[in-house]
């Protein structure tokens, strides 16, 4: 008979309102991932404190049998881990808030992933996210997996590639249309399979397979389908059908800049509305009757999380060689791209890793945006680490949604200044 031995997870970011999702996720897969130890780290004690007395609620009503423990200390959390989940978020919401609104006053879009405001928090993340995994070299356990969550996915997943970290990135955005999909058809999610290509947040489905049938032009074709599916992206079905494919929701700041910039001019923060849901939250979380996760959390965004994560620290424990979409070099997979990009594409999920499926080139549209922002997301991991301004005005010409010089010249100097306090790199002591 062979025994399975448990695992320790630690999740770095643990005050996070999504840490009880992940609880969810990790409760309803123990026959897969017996987990010995859950450990929650994070630098805001109360915080950590709330969050962290919700989740052990959750996990005495399923009657779980590992050990939770929440600590600040980095180390203690770190030792001996087998997976380090990194949810973190530099700077807090207000940093967010920042992201999405400084940016408009040079005529670009405010998005905490995409564009300058995406650029900024990358800026600000890298060198943690690094600093993290350099601890856990050393502290956990043999071969332990850094599983990155924490956006922007595909920029830190890069910076933790190339720094020689065995990695992998995670989003939702796939498993949740899956979910969607799959729900609409009344049909088990394992049936349906999406070919999603692209990087992260930057993504289109070229197909759409149940039982192995592509259903994607029957989708496409259909008037009432193709609208509702248009209408939840936000864009026009024209454009869809145009591209053959389906957008993800981010790809609207490309395609629509103009309206999305208007919109936000106009005064929506997708930031003050999660500090508003947070703050529920949060509120919900101190009621010791609460022991399931509360249907606010829905709102927070993140649908899914807890699915995408515990389904591949489960198949990475387990060795089950399914196949998952998740952000990994790209290894050939993509023709397009070198074989070193980071990019986000279905990979299959064994002991040693995920293994990205081989794809047909993408189409020219595709290809072209693809390759540009690729460009941008290499700059910004060169400037994260460097903290070179020269570097890092270069990354912001290379995006697409900066692009002109005497935009991007005084819109860096700005995000620069309001991020002082996170950007050590661009700022040593002694320097002005």
Not at 205 to 232: F, K, T, Y
Request: glycine residues 8%.
């Amino acid at each position: 008979m062979t025994t399975t031995m448990g695992v320790k997870i630690a999740v770095v970011g643990a005050g996070s309102t999504y840490t009880p999702e992940l609880v969810d996720g990790l409760a309803t897969r123990a026959d897969r991932l017996p987990v010995d130890e859950l450990a929650l780290l994070d630098i805001d004690g109360p915080r950590l404190e709330i969050v962290a007395g919700l989740a052990g609620r959750m996990l005495r009503r399923r009657e779980w049998s590992g050990r939770l423990t929440t600590t600040l200390d980095r180390d203690a959390a770190l030792d001996g881990a087998d997976f380090v989940v990194i949810q973190l978020r530099v700077g807090g919401q207000a940093a967010r808030l920042v992201d999405e609104t400084l940016p408009l006053r040079f005529g670009c879009i405010g998005q905490e992933t995409t564009g300058p405001g995406g650029f900024a928090k990358a800026l600000r993340t890298v060198p943690v996210v690094l600093d993290i995994a350099e601890t856990a070299a050393r502290r956990a356990a043999p071969g332990a997996w850094i599983l990155d969550f924490t956006n922007p996915v595909g920029i830190v997943t890069q910076a933790l590639l190339d720094a020689g970290y065995r990695a992998v990135g995670l989003c939702n955005v796939a498993i949740t249309l899956q979910r969607r999909i799959a729900a609409a058809r009344g049909v088990a999610p394992e049936r349906v399979e999406l070919e999603h290509v692209g990087l992260n947040h930057l993504t289109w489905e070229r197909a759409v397979r149940v039982d192995g049938q592509d259903i994607l032009p029957e989708m496409l074709d259909d008037d009432v389908a193709a609208a509702n599916l248009a209408a939840e992206l936000e864009l026009p079905v024209d454009l869809l059908r145009a591209l053959r494919a389906i957008p993800s929701y981010y790809l609207r700041y490309f395609y629509r800049t103009s309206e999305v910039l208007a919109e936000e001019r106009a005064g929506h923060t997708r930031a003050k509305e999660v500090m508003e849901i947070e703050r529920g939250l949060l509120d919900l979380y101190r009621d010791p009757a609460l022991d399931v996760k509360p249907a606010l959390l829905e709102k927070r965004g993140g649908a899914f999380y807890s699915e995408a994560a515990a389904q591949l620290m489960a198949s990475l424990h387990a060795g089950t060689g399914d196949v998952q979409v998740v952000n990994v070099r790209n290894a050939g997979a993509l023709p397009d791209l070198p074989a070193d990009d980071v990019v986000e594409v279905p990979a299959r999920v064994d002991r040693d890793g995920a293994h990205p499926l081989p794809l047909q080139p993408l189409a020219p549209e595709m290809r072209a945006l693809v390759q540009h922002v690729k460009a941008y997301e290499r700059l910004t991991v060169e400037a994260a680490i460097s903290g070179d301004r020269t570097t890092a005005l270069r990354a912001l010409l290379s995006n697409p949604l900066v692009a002109e010089w005497d935009v991007a010249l005084p819109l860096l100097d700005a995000l620069l200044d309001a991020n002082r306090d996170h950007l050590s790199r661009f700022f040593p002591v002694g320097r002005p």
